[in-house]
């Protein structure tokens, strides 16, 4: 007999309860909503959003072929309930009758209801649910903090079918389970056949195999009376291999036979399939699949979706979404401890994409939470084991629900699950924690770290951060608490590689691949798309107010976009948005180049694949569109990519020399002897270069040359691309890759008419005079220079003098101006490492020869400012702020550069590290010079200079 299912997806009614009232008797029609399965309730109503308890689900279908599901001679047969998951705690009724139950939310589970079944009539099926939120005194056997719930503590509750339900009709003994396990070096496969129940008699099975290229090979297996699974191994000859360019799948069919002998009729059919593959680290700290060096281009992927939160969307557009992750270059993706829907990694398997999946946490790792943590691990194994895109499992991330830094328990039991899955599985790798700052690996077998920087801001810390982890540094691995003190003389210099005593549980081989798991910066989607898709303000802009100082709060962001007046410098929302998602190109991309420098570092994976709700570090946005760099992100995300390195600036005036050396980090399987790199400038043609008869070694980084050229003249700034394509032997292109760079022409950066005072400092005074200024004393100054704001200063300004305030320092402030102050960076939203700040210039009365767009990249590379301007207004932003910051969806917006009179003066504040770098640095000198001249040539209504330099008595 063949099987039958019937689905039970679709319409279902609906029933919330919070106040608990409800039973399986008493649900009344008239009070139903009416909810789509699959789909979490949260997904479908604006008003359960946030909803978590109970909830109550019913359905009437009909079923053919009677109660006993008999049909003529056919063998016995029985009806299985299947729910993919439900979240969190199912009990199920059908007819009145209590079925089953079933705890956890990410797993299938199946009911035999063959007794229950009516012939005559529609069926009733009702399911409870019960999702637990944080309130400890609902139900406290199903505490939210003691069950994986995974990044429900993040973007919200979900509850309730979000994977579909049917019901199959199946003989009584079927098949429950193909397992099957490659073995490459033997061309065979180990094939685990489970039954539903222990056979009565000898059955036969047929396995029919059908290879890539549509072969089929049949082999037969008895099963002896009495047993309820058999393991045989299959051949497999020359194997066709599973990778990311060519994912081969083979597909098995097993067939179950109702007898042993060759009378034997088909009873029950099942199928699957899998991939011929190996993955494995080398003793050299590599990662290996089928038996190659890999590098790991990676991107997270919480596997959220536009529309029903949880469930994916059709299996075309999971197959779409792969798509564009391998257009940009990707060939991992770490879906974020989340089990998702089967469909999801068969999409996977399709696509030829690997993924690094992880057991959603729990928040407080008691005994229940222990036995929920290894019950989900291994029944996810379990169900996912055929996945040859499947090649890393995680069991704990970043330390949620555990602390690996002081609790030595919490250590041996990570160590013990690890052994246990180790166990379970030995052909995948196993990461015991995923760590960050303050938590720790304790045995694992990738040697994995998180870290966020702002870019350009940091890229500094950037850079050392990667060398530092790439000399594999004691502080990846848990160390012993000493004490307190201990404890914060780590935390003020965690990156110092200083040896630490490892605690006992550690068990470190030393040969681990390293790779940077996550990291990653802020693009902002546009909003127009988004209510496009939604047709209206996406529901989830009102979620995230309470994470990062609310900056992660999207409401709003139209409004205060208008505002601040950020169209002076971004003329629509729209090109705001993708101004931000050019800045986060920028930022990955000189992000991976600094990792692909160390060869010892074998990976990375980029925070994140899609943009989650208000987390906007997606490569796309939560409804798939594609960021600015979609076609061009592909270049730095390759197997063997082209790396400009050791560079200090990338803006340079007309006539400097320029020198860029390139190297090669090998990783493909290509044959790269006898290769050559040619390089470019986009805006003259003739300034290129060739170098010729490379031999790149693979998993290795190898220098190619250096480019070097120099600047023509200009007529004015330009940016300029230096363009790089390495070809093969036969001509063939293997990379490509750019550097960007700014040239400046060399215009007289002083006028001589503007005298300048600059009391105090000697060595800003000399490069003020080296660009040309004339330098005299205060009483006789167009306008004073300094580096602290004092009561003298203010009362100068307030008497008609002009002072530029080079506002560098926190303490620069030693006067009071009213609401403005200068505020320090670090240690608050501005600093921008997680929710990405966005500096912008505005360009319309001053800075407009730098030509960025208005954005500040890597042309400001060490000037950008570690102190802010706070206490303007939105009036102020109108016309005094020259430049500025904001935080995530345009929030905490600060002024980097501004003018404000005072009295009959006026001042012009800038934070911009400028003083070190004037006369060498074309933005600095720029800047510098722009903000004299706007600061000299505005009227203030007032005699030229100020009548007095020094305050009175009183005022001082």
């Not at 029933?15 to 608990?20: E, S």
């Not at 994916?312 to 989340?338: C, V, Y």
């Not at 036995?371 to 996945?387: I, S």
């Not at 490069?767 to 040309?772: F, K, N």
């Amino acid at each position: 007999m063949s099987r039958d299912r019937t689905s039970l997806d679709g319409a279902w009614e609906f029933y919330p309860d919070p106040q608990q009232k409800l039973t399986h008797r008493t649900l009344r029609q008239d009070d139903a909503r009416t909810i789509l399965v699959p789909g979490p309730w949260q997904a479908q109503f604006d008003d359960l959003r946030d909803y978590s308890g109970l909830a109550w689900y019913r359905r009437h279908f009909v079923v053919e072929g009677g109660k006993e599901g008999k049909r003529d001679s056919s063998p016995p047969s029985v009806h299985v309930l299947h729910f993919g998951a439900v979240d969190y705690h199912a009990t199920v009724w059908l007819n009145g009758h209590e079925v089953g139950e079933h705890e956890g939310g990410y797993l299938p589970f199946e009911l035999d209801v063959s007794g229950f079944l009516r012939n005559d009539g529609p069926n009733e099926l009702i399911v409870r649910v019960i999702d637990p939120g944080n309130d400890a005194d609902f139900l406290p056997e199903f505490t939210f903090a003691e069950i994986p719930h995974g990044k429900q503590s993040w973007y919200g509750p979900i509850g309730g079918m979000w994977q579909s339900v049917c019901l199959d009709r199946r003989p009584a003994v079927h098949l429950t389970r193909l397992r099957i396990t490659p073995d490459v070096p033997g061309e065979q496969a180990q094939v685990r056949v489970s039954l539903s129940q222990h056979t009565d008699r000898p059955m036969g099975l047929w396995l029919n195999i059908t290879d890539p290229r549509g072969q089929v090979r049949r082999h037969r297996l008895l099963l002896a009376a009495g047993v309820d699974s058999e393991e045989l191994s299959v051949p497999v000859p020359d194997p066709m291999l599973w990778d990311t360019t060519t994912p081969n799948l083979y597909q098995v069919q097993g067939v179950l036979l109702d007898g042993s002998d060759d009378r034997a009729q088909p009873l029950d059919t099942l199928s699957t399939h899998f991939g011929m593959r190996t993955i494995d680290t080398s003793p050299t700290g590599h990662l290996l699949l089928n038996g190659q060096v890999l590098y790991l281009r990676g991107a997270l992927d919480q596997d959220y979706y536009p529309d029903l939160i949880y469930t994916p969307f059709s299996d075309a557009e999971l197959d779409a979404q792969f798509a564009k992750a391998k257009h940009m270059g990707l060939n991992l993706l770490r879906t974020h401890i989340k089990i998702t829907d089967p469909r999801y990694y068969d999409a996977a398997d399709r696509a030829g994409l690997l993924i690094w999946t992880e057991l959603p946490n729990w928040q407080d790792l008691t005994e229940a939470a222990k036995r929920r943590a290894k019950e989900t691990l291994f029944g996810m194994v379990e169900r996912d084991w055929n996945h040859p895109s499947i090649i890393i499992w995680t069991i704990v991330n970043e330390n949620w629900g555990v602390d690996l830094a002081v609790n030595a328990g919490h250590r041996a039991w990570l160590s013990d699950m690890y052994n246990q899955l180790k166990a379970l599985d030995p052909h995948r790798l196993v990461v015991g924690n995923s760590p960050c700052f303050t938590n720790f690996h304790v045995v694992t077998d990738i040697e994995d770290f998180h870290n966020y920087y702002a870019m350009p801001d940091h890229y500094r810390k950037w850079k050392d951060w990667v060398q530092t982890f790439a000399s594999r540094p004691p502080w990846t691995f848990a160390h012993v608490y000493e004490n307190i003190e201990s404890w914060r003389e780590y935390i003020r210099d965690p990156w110092n590689p200083v040896a630490r005593q490892p605690a006992p549980e550690v068990r470190r081989r030393g040969s681990e691949p390293m790779v940077v798991s996550e990291f990653g910066n802020w693009g902002l989607p546009d909003v127009a798309k988004l209510k496009s898709h939604y047709g209206r303000e996406p529901w989830w802009f009102e979620t995230g107010i309470e994470w990062g100082d609310g900056v992660v709060y999207p409401h709003g962001i139209e409004q205060r976009y208008k505002a601040f007046h950020l169209d002076k410098v971004f003329p629509t929302l729209s090109e705001l948005a993708a101004a931000s998602q050019r800045m986060q190109f920028t930022a990955l991309k000189y992000q991976i180049e600094q990792m692909r420098r160390h060869p010892s570092i074998v990976g990375y994976v980029i925070t994140e694949f899609t943009d989650v709700h208000w987390e906007s570090n997606g490569l796309l946005d939560m409804c798939r569109n594609p960021k600015a760099y979609y076609d061009v992100i592909g270049q730095v995300n390759s197997p063997d990519a082209i790396v400009p390195t050791d560079w200090e600036r990338i803006a340079f005036w007309e006539g400097e020399r320029c020198e860029v050396r390139l190297a090669l980090s090998h990783f493909s399987s290509s044959d790269l002897r006898n290769s050559r790199l040619e390089w470019n400038l986009d805006l003259w043609p003739d300034i290129r270069g060739t170098f010729e008869g490379l031999a790149p070694e693979r998993a290795q980084l190898t220098n190619l040359g250096t480019a070097v050229f120099e600047v023509p003249r200009l007529e004015q700034a330009a940016r300029a691309r230096l363009e790089m394509r390495l070809v093969d032997s036969a001509g063939e292109l293997v990379t490509r890759n750019h550097h960007e760079m700014y040239f400046f022409p060399r215009t007289e950066s002083g006028q001589r008419h503007v005298r300048l005072a600059v009391p105090g400092l000697p060595r800003l005074a000399a490069r003020l005079a080296g660009m040309g200024y004339e330098l005299t004393a205060q009483e006789s100054a167009d306008l004073v220079v300094v580096e602290r704001m004092t009561d003298e200063l203010r009362w100068y300004v307030q008497n008609g003098g002009k002072v530029l305030w080079l506002a560098e320092e926190p303490d620069s402030e030693q006067t009071h101006l009213g609401t403005i102050s200068i505020a320090q960076r670090q240690g608050r939203s501005w600093q921008g490492d997680w929710a990405s700040s966005m500096s912008w210039i505005r360009q319309d009365k001053i800075f407009g020869g730098i030509p960025t767009g208005g954005t500040v990249d890597f042309a400001f590379a060490d000037l950008t400012p570690e102190t802010v301007i706070v206490g303007l207004t939105p009036r102020d932003f109108a016309a005094n702020v020259h430049s500025g910051l904001f935080v995530g969806w345009v929030h905490h917006l600060v002024a980097l550069v501004a003018e404000r009179p005072i009295d009959r003066g006026r001042v012009m504040i800038c934070t911009y590290r400028l003083r070190d770098h004037l006369g060498t640095h074309p933005v600095a000198t720029l800047m510098m010079r722009d903000m004299i001249t706007r600061l000299a040539g505005v009227a203030s209504g007032q005699p030229e200079r100020a009548v007095a330099s020094t305050p009175p008595a009183a005022v001082s």
